[in-house]
Structures are given as structure tokens and as C-alpha cells.
């Protein structure tokens, strides 16, 4: 397993916390992504098996993954 992910899991924990004590109510997309990502894999990995175009899935994944990377240097700073 990556260890940015494992990282990046424990943040959106810690932000999912600190949220629910400041009284934030819909914090399920934060949990979504605090891991354990076997899981979410097998669902991402389902709903494309849908489509199985391959390089646009390739291109897909990669795109979140730097939106996800610019979200953690952004708050980061």
C-alpha cells in the first residue's frame, strides 16, 4: 500500500474529527476516504468493469488522483 494514501487516510480522519466536534453533520464523504481502501478499490474497480475502455479509465484514475494530490498541498500550506 502507497504510504501517501496511508497518510492522506489518517488526515481525512483527523478532518472528519475535527469537523464533527465543530458541528459539521455530512463528514461521510471525508470517512469515505480515510480508508480502508481495499474496499473502495473493489467498488472503483466494479463500476469499471462497466465501461472497460481502459486508457480513458487510466486517464480517470489519474485525474482524481492529482485533484486528490493539489487538495492535500493546497490545505497543506
Known amino acids: ?4 494514501l496511508l497518510r492522506n487516510g489518517r488526515n481525512c480522519l483527523r478532518l472528519a474529527a475535527w469537523a ?3 458541528g459539521v453533520r ?7 476516504f480515510s480508508g480502508p481502501y481495499e474496499e473502495l478499490e473493489k467498488l472503483a474497480e ?3 468493469q462497466r465501461y472497460l475502455d481502459w486508457p480513458r479509465y487510466r486517464f480517470i484514475a489519474k485525474t482524481i488522483q492529482r485533484y486528490e494530490l493539489d487538495f492535500w498541498r493546497a490545505i497543506s500550506i
Not at 500500500?1 to 501517501?4: A, K, L, P, R, S
Request: aromatic content about 6%; charged content about 35%; cysteine-free.
Open 26 to 32: 455530512k463528514i461521510r464523504f471525508m470517512e469515505l
Open 46 to 48: 466494479e463500476i469499471a
Open 1 to 4: 500500500m502507497n504510504h501517501h
Open 20 to 22: 464533527r466536534e465543530n
